[in-house]
Every structure is written in C-alpha cells, then in structure tokens.
C-alpha cells in the first residue's frame, strides 16, 4: 500500500509538472492580456508532433528537443501576431469563437500533415531503465527526469519573474496593465513575448511527454481543460497560484484514480466500489475546482474575480 | 420598475424591431413545415433526418441565446445539458420508461439539478473565469458519462426503439418525429418570446447592461441569472431528448467541448439576444457543416478558417457586425 502510494504520488508529481508547464503561459495570458485562449492545449499538442518530426529527422531526442524549441518560438510569433493581437481589444466570446477556430484549423492541419494514426518518440537511451526507490520499488528515469526538467523550469521563471526587470513588467501588467502601459511601456511587446514565452512552455510540456504518451491529435484536448481547471484554482494572472494548482490538481487526479474504488471498498461492495469509484474519480479534480471556487471565487492566488 | 429604468434610447428602438424579428421567425417556421413534403418530392429521406437534427440543435442555440444574449453569459458547457437529454432517453427506457414526454421531464430535472448547483458556482465569478468553470462542469458531465460502462461508456448505446408518445410509437416514422420536433421549437420559442418580453427578461437585459445600476435599484443580478441559466439549460436538455430519438443513438459526443463551441457558434452566426437568429444560425452552421462535408473530409479546417476569418475581419468583431447589420449600436 504504501509503495503503491508513493509510486501513484511520484505520477501526480510528474503530471502536475506537465500541467504547470502549460497552466503558467496560459494564466500569464489570461492575466496580462486578458486573452482567453482555447488554442493553448494545440500548442502541446504541437510540441509533440514537433519533437517527434525532428528526432525522426535527426535520428536522436536530444536534436529534436533542441530544434523544437526554435519552432516553437516560430509558431507562438506567427499566432500572435496574425490572429492573437487582435483580439486583445474583443469581447471575451469573439475571443472565444477565434481560438475555438484556431483549434480546429489546428487539429485539422496536424491531421493533414502527420496523418490520424498516432506517432511515437523513442525515448533517449540514457533516460530509459528504472532506478530502485524503495524496497522492491522501481520509478522509470524518463519520468523523473520529466519531474528535474519541470521543477528546473518552474525555478528559473521564478527567477525570471521575482529579479529580473521583465519579471517585474510582468507582475506590473498581470495587477493592472493600464497602468504599466501608460508609463510608457511598449506594451505590444510585452504582449508578444508574455504569448511567446507561454507558447514556448507549452510546446516544452508537450515535447517532454512525447516519449511517454501516442503523439496524437486528441492530446491537447483533456490537457486544456485540466489546465482550464489549474488556472481557475491557482488564480488567474498567479504563476504560484499555476505552481501550488497544477500540483494539487495532478495528484488529485491520480491518487483519486487509484485510492477512490480502494477507500470506497470499506463502505460498499467491491463491484460497487468499482463501478463508484471509476465514475467518481474522474470527477475529482472538478468537485476540487468547486469546493475551492465556493470559497474563494477568484481562487487561492487571485486577486480579482 | 423595470420599465423607467430600461436604457430609455434602446427600449423604443427594440419594440419596433420585436415584431419583424417575431415575422422572420414565423417565416422560418412555415419554410421549416415545408421541408418533408419537398423531401419527399426528391425522394431522399435521409434529408428529413437532417433536417431533424437541425431543428433539434436549433432549439438548443435559442436556448443557450436566452443566456447568452439576453443575460452575456457565456456558458461554455451548455453540450452538457444536450448530453443529459439524450441520457435520459436511453437510461429511462432502458427501465421501460419510454414516453417522450416522461423522458423530456426526467431531462428537465436532472438539468435543473445540474444547472442550479454549477449555475450558483459559476455566477460567483464574471468573464473569463465564467467560460472557463462552465467549460470545466460541461467536461466533468462529459467524464461521468465516458465511465458510465452501463450505457456503454465511450463508444456510446444504441436505442433499441424510439420515444413513444401517449402510449403510440407514431415517433419512429421520421416525418412524424420532424413535425414533433418543429411543434416543440416553436412552443420554446413563444415561452422564450414571452420571457424575453416579460419583466423577468427585461431585469435580465438590464442586468446584462449594467449590473451595478441593477444592484442599486433594489434587484439582485445573482437570482435573475441563475433563473435564466437554469430555464436555459432545461431547454437544452430537451433538445437532447429529440436528438436521441433523432440518432437513435446516445453517446458522450453530444457533450464534448466542441460541441459547446458550436453551440456558441450557431447563436453568434445568427446574431445574438434575438432568438430568430439563433435558429437561423443553427441552421446555417449545420448546413455549413453539411456543404462542407460533402466538398472535403477536411472541412473542420475550412469551418475554422471562416470562423477566424470573421472575427479578425468584422471591425467589432461578429457581434459588433452583426449589430452593425441590424442597425443598431451594439452593447
């Protein structure tokens, strides 16, 4: 039991890691250019497909994830400025029915391009094999590898956001970006490199996973909603908020998954826990999602509803 | 009260345009009447099953226009309610409840429940929070019913009959199930005439213009919004239950994300806060839809591309434009 429980805690660690990748561009958008942005989930998505065409080409993961990162500063620049900054000054629903468009443009194009059968990375010789955690326990190295990859990321945007001068004009526009814009500055940019920078982590998530998961066209869909859920909780504009959700999230998630049907064995027949637990579990993260909005409307790190 | 404080410019101007919007629709209902005996001229009966399917979603964009338009709330889950009418077809005969009538009741419940408990979370929240918690409610419907293994989970459950109704199985000739259909949307599009008309409505639209003025004159925004989206939601479930009796079919598709959008989508192509033109957005995105399927397999993308299109191209975007169209300004 107690194995199984670490071994299910490092699996939400490693996925709430994933979320938080893709939740911190998307909440800078929300919070700073007041953006909401249905096409997020397609730019994981298309980090896969991106990292899964240049190992192919390059024959090695490590080429891949190096050339992705340039494409995927490509797609956010090219999405930004054609569609994206456009819409800052809209209502939330043209916004809306835009990147709803963009998403079906998107999974549409991937099919076109890639094809409908689903692809695989090979995962890098040196990240695959377990490594002994306790007792007869073994943890896949790829996917602690995942867990350093992500907490690095998360590391250096917090010091990017809380020391640099870029930080600051990002706290600055995510509290009030009238005010940041009207001491001058350029706040077109900002807007670029905030969508850019979420794009790029998006993109990073979605290439990291590739070796783990069927690169498909469905993929970014469940993520988008999850990190839907990570960004409410956590607080719109709040990169802690992503941080401390996205993890909350993710282990509710997987923990519930295995836990739920075991704890509702002590009160119900195993069919039926069964049965409960596989419906109840996956409803988890948004009774979650509920609880805490009841609470705090504007979730743990937000500052206005 | 309501009546001194309506924005005193817009009120004459919307009272004039009520009754060519009311003809437009009764226009629409007559073209609609005449669909089957055409369809049957052509011989493609395959078409009256279309059309079905249209007149069902149509039903469910007005409804979600009620909210949308009327009250700007923009729900983002409203497949959810689509999928619990369709559920209740095929849980309820499964018991042998088969009435359609039953069936729409048993829908209209389960909706209310559902509508009021998300309804009273989400409405503690404004903008994008809004979207984003009632997308997030639509998927957790979406995942119950996906782990719903009884009714066969992800690939759906196949009826083994249609609805009856008042004991006769008249539904399973499809011209029958048309007209069904068509008498339904036109009694939900007087109630939402009257509701829209009534006090209730106009406090709604008030609230939509401006909340705080609302507040300070003594009617609370929270209660009439939450009236409005559970009213909505029930209406959509019962487009549910036709549309299962439509596909013979029930299966968590109809209340995946996507299908939200184009709900969405229906109600803004046609203009929104006018009822008419959520039903005639319905009918152009579905026939859209269909045009485009017949041209190319890709026709997502196509759909996609005129979407954005649109809206980078309309100065106000589609809702501004289609205020622009109207002749009126926008709100």
């Not at chain 1, 969508?195 to 993109?203: D, I, P, Q, R």
């Not at chain 1, 990073?204 to 993520?223: Q, R």
């Not at chain 2, 009273?120 to 929240?125: F, G, K, M, N, Q």
Request: net charge neutral; with cysteine; glycine share 12%.
């Amino acid at each position: 039991m107690a194995n199984l429980f670490v071994l299910q805690l490092l699996n939400g660690v490693q996925l709430g890691v994933l979320l938080f990748l893709i939740a911190a561009g998307l909440t800078l958008v929300f919070g700073i250019m007041d953006v909401v942005n249905l096409a997020h989930g397609v730019l994981y998505m298309v980090g896969a497909y991106f990292v899964a065409t240049f190992a192919a080409l390059t024959g090695s993961f490590w080429w891949g994830l190096l050339l992705m990162l340039p494409a995927a500063v490509a797609v956010g620049l090219i999405l930004e400025v054609v569609v994206i900054r456009r819409l800052y000054a809209r209502s939330h629903l043209d916004q809306v029915l835009a990147t709803f468009g963009l998403v079906m443009i998107a999974n549409e194009t991937v099919k076109i391009v890639w094809g409908v059968s689903p692809l695989s990375v090979p995962m890098p010789e040196i990240l695959s094999g377990s490594v002994p955690l306790m007792g007869p326990l073994q943890y896949p190295v790829y996917r602690i590898a995942i867990i350093i990859a992500g907490l690095a990321v998360a590391g250096g945007l917090y010091l990017v956001i809380n020391h640099t001068r870029i930080g600051m004009l990002l706290r600055a526009g995510a509290t009030n970006r009238m005010m940041v814009s009207a001491l001058g500055i350029d706040i077109g940019k900002l807007f670029a490199m905030v969508f850019t920078l979420g794009a790029v982590l998006a993109c990073f998530a979605g290439a990291l996973v590739a070796p783990i998961l069927s690169v498909d066209t469905g993929m970014g869909e469940s993520v988008l909603i999850l990190t839907f859920v990570v960004v409410v909780i956590g607080g719109i504009g709040s990169i802690k908020g992503a941080f401390l959700g996205a993890l909350l999230v993710a282990i509710v998630d997987t923990l519930g998954g295995v836990f739920g049907p075991i704890l509702l064995r002590e009160v119900l027949d195993p069919s039926a826990a069964g049965q409960a637990g596989r419906m109840l579990a996956p409803m988890l993260v948004y009774i979650l999602m509920a609880a805490i909005l009841f609470a705090r409307p504007a979730g743990l790190f937000g500052g206005r509803a | 009260m309501a009546e001194t404080t309506a924005p005193a410019a817009a009120r004459p101007a919307r009272a004039a345009a009520l009754a060519p919007r009311v003809k437009a629709a009764l226009v629409l209902f007559v073209l609609f009447a005449l669909v089957p005996p055409v369809v049957i001229a052509l011989d493609d009966p395959f078409l009256i099953l279309i059309a079905t399917r249209i007149l069902a979603y149509a039903i469910a964009a007005m409804a979600l226009d009620l909210i949308l338009g009327y009250g700007a709330m923009v729900s983002f889950g409203h497949a959810a309610y689509l999928g619990f009418g369709t559920y209740a077809v095929a849980i309820l005969s499964s018991y042998g409840v088969s009435d359609l009538l039953l069936q729409m009741l048993g829908a209209i419940l389960v909706s209310a429940l559902f509508a009021l408990v998300t309804g009273a979370i989400s409405l503690r929240t404004r903008g994008v929070y809004f979207i984003m918690i009632t997308l997030a409610f639509g998927q957790m419907a979406f995942f119950f019913f996906i782990s719903l293994s009884a009714y066969g989970g992800d690939d759906g459950y196949g009826l083994s009959q249609r609805s009856t109704l008042f004991g006769s199985r008249v539904l399973e000739n499809d011209v029958t199930l048309y007209y069904v259909t068509l008498a339904v949307l036109v009694g939900l599009f007087a109630l939402c005439h009257r509701i829209v008309g009534s006090r209730f409505g106009r406090v709604l639209t008030g609230i939509r213009e401006n909340p705080v003025r609302m507040e300070a004159i003594g009617f609370s925004p929270f209660r009439y919004q939450l009236t409005a989206f559970v009213i909505s939601g029930c209406m959509t479930s019962v487009a549910g239950v036709l549309l299962a009796n439509q596909a013979e079919f029930v299966s968590p598709a109809f209340m995946s994300w996507h299908r939200s959008g184009e709900l969405i989508v229906m109600v803004v192509l046609g203009g929104i806060g006018t009822l008419t033109g959520a039903i005639g957005g319905a009918v152009a995105a579905l026939l859209l839809e269909e045009v485009l399927g017949m041209m190319t397999e890709h026709w997502r993308l196509w759909f996609g591309v005129f979407l954005v299109l649109m809206v980078l191209f309309s100065p106000r975007g589609i809702t501004g434009l289609v205020a622009q169209l109207r002749g009126r300004d926008g709100a």
